[in-house]
């Protein structure tokens, strides 16, 4: 058994990978790593604005919301989410999310840890 403590898992500015525009982007990597053959487990820190281009995974995906009010979308819509709400997104579905432009965002993301990410221009 593991247990991670809040706090304890440093940011890691994820601003300028290609995935990411609009603002402020940090992750941090709560359990991954090869920690767990069945899932990654990370924290996702939006600043106002910050957003992620449409992607697609080869896994489910769920987001959890911590903080902040973000939006989820796919092609044909945009859903507005706050904390405590949570959004499945099923494999090979093209989305993005992120935060909207009055707030910031939070959320984890839970995928299995061979899913691959193919972003979208």
Known sequence: MEV???G???EEDATTAPLFYGGAVSRQPI???G???YYNFSQVNFAAGAKNKFHTHTSDQILFVTK????VANESEEIEISEGDTALIPSGEKHWHGATDR???SHISLTHPES????FD
Request: no cysteine.
């Open 31 to 33: 359990v991954g790593g």
């Open 103 to 105: 707030s910031s965002f």
């Open 68 to 71: 902040g009010v973000g939006i």
């Open 116 to 119: 691959q990410t193919e972003m």
């Open 4 to 6: 991670i403590k809040n």
């Open 35 to 37: 920690k767990s053959s």
């Open 8 to 10: 304890s898992v440093p």
